[in-house]
């Protein structure tokens, strides 16, 4: 997709990961930076997107979760995200064709 720049592997600033067919990682300092810059509250949308389940959720407190990722320049090592389900991204580009 035309966002792939913004994520591990496509520039030296990344806002998070991608997992092709499992997840889309956020990075939360990059999430809030740009909600933020459109005018709205982090929580309020980070809440708002946990009641619909457009994103995961480890526990009632966080809305980030730590998943194991690989990077360019190591091996694999473990980074926090706002962690949107592959089906969701799915569901809104407009690629699930089950509805």
Known sequence: SGC???????????????MRGAWIG???DKF????????YSENAVLRAWAER???KKEDDRHY???RKI??????PVYKRFIIIPWDVYRKFMGEDKDD
Request: a negative charge; charged letters at 25%; glycine letters at 18%.
């Open 26 to 28: 956020i990075f939360r």
């Open 64 to 66: 980030t979760c730590v």
């Open 70 to 75: 690989r990077t360019d320049s190591a091996g």
């Open 32 to 39: 809030a930076e740009v909600i933020k810059k459109e005018g």
């Open 53 to 55: 389940e457009w994103i």
């Open 4 to 18: 792939d720049g913004y994520f591990y592997g496509g520039g030296s600033d990344p806002y998070g990961y991608i």
